[in-house]
């Protein structure tokens, strides 16, 4: 789940390396047409998307060791749980395609339980 997790944050790449060709492409998928590439609109869709690299990179070296990032592994699960109702929020004022929104909000809320059930609780030390 982890490494599925890593793929489609590593999908933020594009938007890290030429942010204004990623933001006119996603653009034109969404069905918005042609988007007003201010400056702003720029540095945030770079900046979105290396921050996406960035994690999808800490989630790879978090998959290769799970015993030693358990506490990471179950951190995750809980920000996906949280980060689905929070996307559904941000989508739905957009307001974004219900395709998107159902991806996006759904789509995190299932990873983070998916996580959360799949990590074993955690050993107490005494």
Do not use: H
């Amino acid at each position: 789940m982890l490494r599925l997790m890593m793929l489609i944050l590593i999908t933020g790449l594009p938007g890290a390396l030429l942010p204004g060709i990623a933001f006119r492409k996603l653009s034109w998928l969404m069905g918005y047409g042609e988007p007003p590439l201010v400056p702003l609109v720029v540095y945030l869709s770079g900046n979105a998307g290396f921050a996406y690299v960035v994690i999808a990179a800490l989630i790879w070296v978090i998959s290769r060791d799970l015993e030693r990032y358990q506490p990471l592994v179950r951190m995750c699960g809980w920000i996906m749980v949280i980060a689905g109702p929070a996307y559904l929020s941000i989508d739905l004022q957009c307001p974004l395609p219900w395709w998107w929104t159902l991806i996006d909000s759904l789509g995190c809320f299932l990873i983070g339980l998916t996580l959360l059930w799949a990590c074993p609780p955690a050993k107490t030390t005494r």
